[in-house]
Structure formats: structure tokens, C-alpha cells
């Protein structure tokens, strides 16, 4: 069953962020595998809760161009001018990876996602993000930038007086897409997260997992090759937040590349994928493979 | 994508949208928060009516006191026993001024008449019986002027005229014989210079005052939709998108409040002057149709502006990346 993910993946979207070395992995009958995850997420008890993640353990190349390339970025907020919240971090992200950003509450994660979508400034060092300085981005650009980031938050960021199709149409509204591009592409994503069915509802009719997944879904809809979240799973039960994961993982196979703060220690275990750790504004760990403490590295 | 040819999709394929959509969302919004908006329309219809009430009343006063302007002449008066040769001369001499528009000789008989229709009131019957046949009143030449305000200088004119001297009422003193109203005049011109000063001040600030709140009516609209535009802003919106509605929402808000403005100064004119005119009747309550118009126009103007300007001013600090 084509798809329009897979359809774009094919032409390869000549990006500098997604045109990574490694054949992206497709989508295959996204339909029958929403509906079944779905199914899992809204009951636990169905068994595939913990079966193995499909890309566990798996390592991207750190060849070609990076997505994300952090270069000597210091942050210092106005209000700590003698604590930065980071302090000279020099990262690089390419293309398909996943990453966990671990760390305690105020070691700079959420700071660090920030800087990606630039909504703050690094004080000091370049933050390039898809070959775009954006330290020294002028400000009319910065929507065009997050038009190729999706992003997905701890409190979902829904509106209430709109409907799962409308709060996942109106990311496209926003961007100035034609109708018929939105009449074909929102209810493609929605069937990926497995929410075909409740279109229709509003936001406070759904649980909480639900929620998470049409954020979920308006993140992808204008198919970003970049994927940041903060904290995605921070207010869900575990079951649920495993159905997140599964999703992110999904998407991750189709060759976007995503970041993820989080605190979730059993996700990152199971996952076996990059894990950055800071600890008050510096980079403490970064390991292939890793887990969410030392203990456990492979 | 390159970030340049996005943003050329963008601005093609967007600004007809844009303008629709935003046109859209504000009437949805209005719609949905129509006690704010009615609360936003109300304010800017007061504000533009008392404007529009002061820019006709100053434009009516200003017509009353150009009407009382005109009515400002000097009088010239003659002694009885001019030479009615050199008057006649000394008519056309002045009518040849610059200033003067007309010269009218004013006989004795004439003269006393007008005393007697203008003070009927105050017993003039009897004192004009008391003079015994003898009429006191001299003659005079009326000089009406172009322009009123220079009436000090061609009555200096005519006091230092020496073939006025001649046939001046009081010869030895030409200056008590030339007349104009200096103290009536005078404060005539400082009290329509009041009037115009005050009413500008007071539509600049009338002006301010409507902006100011159609500025916080819209920070309220802002407000209530800042989730909605956080999440504009996450999904990558142009602040031009982001501000589209609001601004829209201003300028159709301030559009039916000038409206409105409009439609209860025109009744309320077609109410009043029928009445004034019955109760002042020796005045023109005529206001030029080109200086209603112009009112109207500016008054629908002045408030789109004030909605544009105030709804893009309170957007600014929503809009800061």
C-alpha cells in the first residue's frame, strides 16, 4: 500500500539532513501496523508490550554531513550570568541517528533542544542545524527553519477548540499548503499513529497517549527531517510511553533523524541507542549503544 | 529544500491565502468572542464619533465666526457739511485699496433709521422724538474689507488720510471718526483661535485615547489565543501569518465602529440642525457637503489606521523568535 511517506522517501528528499549514507529503511503497509499499534498502546495486556524494539541497538554512521553540528556553544541565561547552562558543548548528530539526551533536571537538556529550534541563542560557538548557521540566523528566517523540524513536547500542545484532523491540519494551514495537499497528508499521518478512527474527537476526549500521538502526528505531517522532543513520554504511564517510543522508533526508520530529552531509564536501556548525558552544562558521556547510567554501558 | 526556494514557495503560493484565511480566522474569532469585539467596536465608535463630533462643530464654528467676520466693517463718518463731490471722490479713492472689497455711502436719514430698527427695543421711538426733528446721526462711508483681520491697518489708513480730515465728522480729531470695533474684533479673532487650538489638541488626543484601547482590546484577543500562536510559531507559521488575523480583526473591528461613527453623526446632524437653525435663526448652520465627506473619509481612515497600528503594535512582543 503506497504512502506518501514512502513516496517521498523514495524521491529521497534532496536534503542535506535525510540524504544520509545508508539506504532509509521504508515504511511498509503503515496502515495495518498503526492499527495494531494502536490497538497495543490503548490495551496493555495485549503482550507486544515488551517485545523487542525494532531498531534496538542499532548504530548510524558518522560519515557525510551532520544534521545537527554543535560547535563550542556556550548558553548563558541573563538571570545566571555565572552558571552557564552549557558550557562549551561541541556535539555532531548525522543523518538518521537516534539520540537520547539524558541528565538531571537543570543540567541544560531542555536548553539544549531549545538551541536547536532556535529559540534561543547560543552566547557563544555555532549551532548548525541542516547546514544553516543558526547562531547567526536572521530572525525571518527562523520560521522556514522550524518548518523542517517537527517538535513534540512533555504537555502535547494542542488546541482544545480543534479536532485531531484540525489540530494536525492547522500545522499545515500555518505553513500556507494548499488544501488538497492537507486533505491528503493529514489523514495518511493520522493513520500512522493509529488515530484514523478518532479524527474526528477532540483533544479532551482522548487519553493521554492519544494526545501524544497527534502531537505526534502534526511533528510529522509536513514530513521534517528532523524530529526533536522533550521529555515525549514525561506524564504517560509506562505502557503508553512504550507505544510513543515504538512510533518515534517508526519514524525514526524512515530515515528521521531525532533527538529526545528524556528521564525515562527503561526506555533508554531497551533502546540501546546514542545517549548524550550532561550534567550542568557539560557533555559527561556519549556512547553508541549506551544506557541511562554508567553502570550499564555495554 | 534550500531554505531560499522554500521561502520563495512561500511568499507566492501564500499571500492571496494568507489574505483570505486571515480575513477567515478573524471573523471566526469575532463569532466566537463577540462580547470582546463588540466591547473593542463600541470603544472605536465612541472614540471616532466624539472626533467626528469635534472636527463638524469646529468646522461649524469656525463657519458662525466666518459669517460674524464678514459683518466686520469700519465706519467713516462724515461731517454734515461735506462736499458731496469730494465724498464721492474720496469713495472711489478708497474702494482702489487692496483690502477693501466695497465703500458704501451711508446718508444721514438712512443712518438715523437704522438706529431706530436696531434699538427698537430700548425706547429709541422716544429718543428720537426728543430730538425734535433734528437728526444728530452723521453720515458715513461703510467699507467692508477682503480680508477682517487687517482692519486695524486700513483704518490707520484712513485716519492719517488727509482728504479724509476734510470731510471727517470731527476734522481736528480724524481719528474718533473712523470706527471699526477694535475690542469686539480682537477678541473675536483670540476666541476663534482658542476654539481651533482646543479642538485640535483635543482630537489628537481622542485620537491617542482610541488607540490606546483598541490596542488593549486586541492584547486581550492576543491573550486568549497565545497557545494558539506558540503553537503557530513551533510548526514554523511567518510572523506575517501569525499576525494576519489580528491585524484583519483590528481593521474590520475599527471598520463597522467607523461605520457606525458615521451613520450616528448623519442622524444625529439631520436630528440637530432643523433645531438650531429654528432657535438661532440669525445664524447659518450650512456645513459645506465637501467638509462632511472629507469627515467621513478621514473618520473611516483614522480608524482602520488606529486598528491596523494597534493590533501589529500589540502583536510585536508575541512575535519576537
Known amino acids: ?58 548504530v548510524v554512521p558518522r560519515t557525510g554531513t551532520p544534521t545537527i553540528s554543535l560547535r563550542g556553544v556556550t548558553l548563558i541565561y541573563p538571570a545566571q550570568p555565572n552558571k552557564p547552562a552549557l558550557d562549551d558543548v561541541s556535539l555532531d548528530i548525522y543523518p538518521g541517528d537516534f539520540v537520547f539526551v539524558v541528565g538531571h533536571s537543570g543540567s541544560g537538556k531542555s536548553t539544549f533542544l531549545r538551541l536547536l529550534t532556535r529559540e534561543i541563542k547560543a552566547t557563544k560557538g555555532d549551532v548548525i542545524v541542516a547546514g544553516q548557521n543558526l547562531t547567526k540566523m536572521r530572525n525571518w528566517k527562523v520560521p522556514y527553519l522550524r518548518r523542517q523540524i517537527g517538535t513534540v513536547y512533555q504537555d502535547f500542545k494542542l488546541l482544545p477548540d480543534k479536532t485531531v484532523y484540525g489540530n494536525v491540519a492547522f500545522a499545515l494551514e500555518c505553513i500556507g499548503k494548499p488544501r488538497s495537499v492537507i486533505e491528503a497528508q493529514v489523514p495518511e499521518v493520522l493513520r500512522l499513529v493509529g488515530l484514523a478512527e478518532k479524527m474526528d474527537n477532540f483533544p479532551d476526549q482522548l487519553s493521554g497517549g492519544e494526545q501524544q500521538r497527534v502531537s505526534v502526528a502534526r511533528a510529522m505531517v509536513n514530513r521534517p527531517p528532523l524530529l526533536v522532543c522533550d521529555e515525549p513520554t514525561g506524564n504517560l504511564d509506562p505502557a503508553i510511553s512504550l507505544g510513543i517510543m515504538k512510533l518515534l522508533d517508526r519514524i525514526n526508520q524512515t530515515g528521521t533523524t531525532v533527538v529526545m530529552a528524556t528521564h525515562d531509564r527503561e526506555m533508554v536501556d531497551s533502546m540501546r541507542r546514542r545517549v548524550v548525558a550532561l550534567e550542568a552544562g557539560h557533555v559527561v558521556r556519549d556512547q553508541e549503544r549506551g544506557g541511562y547510567g554508567f553502570y550499564d554501558a555495554l | 529544500m534550500s531554505c531560499a526556494t522554500k521561502r520563495g514557495e512561500a511568499t507566492v503560493s501564500m499571500m492571496p491565502s494568507n489574505l483570505g484565511y486571515s480575513i477567515r480566522e478573524a471573523g471566526q474569532h469575532i463569532r466566537r468572542n463577540w462580547s470582546t469585539c463588540l ?11 466624539v472626533i467626528g463630533v469635534f472636527i463638524l462643530g469646529s468646522s461649524l464654528v469656525s463657519n458662525l465666526v466666518g459669517s460674524v467676520e464678514d459683518r466686520v466693517t469700519i465706519q467713516a463718518f462724515l461731517s454734515d457739511g461735506a462736499d ?33 430698527e436696531t434699538m427698537s427695543n430700548r425706547n429709541a421711538e422716544d429718543a428720537v422724538a426728543a430730538l425734535d426733528g433734528q437728526n444728530p446721526v452723521p453720515a458715513s462711508l461703510v467699507i467692508k474689507l477682503d480680508d477682517p483681520k487687517q482692519v486695524e491697518t486700513t483704518a490707520n489708513q484712513i485716519v492719517a488720510d488727509q482728504e479724509f480730515a476734510a470731510i471727517a465728522d470731527t476734522p481736528e480729531n480724524a481719528a474718533s471718526s473712523v ?6 474684533v480682537d477678541r473675536l479673532f483670540s476666541v476663534t483661535n482658542y476654539i481651533r487650538i482646543a479642538a485640535a489638541v483635543l482630537i489628537v488626543l481622542l485620537v491617542f485615547v482610541a488607540f490606546v484601547f483598541i490596542n488593549n482590546t486586541i492584547r486581550l484577543a492576543i491573550t486568549a489565543r497565545r497557545r494558539e500562536i506558540g503553537i503557530m510559531r513551533l510548526v514554523g507559521a511567518s510572523n506575517s501569518f501569525i499576525r494576519g488575523p489580528f491585524v484583519a480583526e483590528g481593521a474590520i ?55 491596523l497600528f494597534g493590533s501589529a503594535i500589540a502583536m510585536r512582543r508575541y512575535l519576537k523568535v
Open chain 1, 1 to 58: 500500500m503506497p504512502s506518501h511517506f514512502r513516496d517521498t522517501e523514495q524521491q529521497g528528499v534532496p536534503d542535506v539532513i535525510t540524504g544520509g549514507p545508508e539506504p532509509v529503511q521504508t515504511i511498509t503497509a503503515s496502515t495495518d501496523i498503526a492499527r495494531s499499534e494502536g490497538s497495543a498502546v490503548d490495551a496493555p495486556a495485549s503482550g507486544s508490550l515488551y517485545a523487542p524494539l525494532e531498531s534496538k541497538g542499532k
Open chain 2, 39 to 49: 466591547g473593542a467596536i463600541v470603544t472605536i465608535f465612541l472614540s471616532l464619533f
Open chain 2, 84 to 116: 458731496r463731490a469730494a465724498v464721492d471722490a474720496y469713495q472711489s479713492k478708497v474702494l482702489g485699496w487692496s483690502n477693501v472689497e466695497s465703500v458704501t455711502y451711508k446718508s444721514k436719514e438712512e443712518a438715523l433709521q437704522e438706529y431706530r
Open chain 2, 179 to 184: 470706527q471699526y470695533g477694535k475690542e469686539t
Open chain 2, 253 to 307: 473591528e475599527a471598520l463597522v465602529g467607523s461605520v457606525l461613527a458615521i451613520v450616528s453623526l448623519q442622524v444625529g446632524w439631520n436630528f440637530l440642525k432643523p433645531q438650531l437653525s429654528n432657535s438661532l435663526q440669525f445664524l447659518s448652520f450650512e456645513l459645506k457637503p465637501q467638509v462632511v465627506i472629507g469627515c467621513y473619509v478621514s473618520l473611516v481612515l483614522l480608524g482602520v489606521v488606529i486598528g
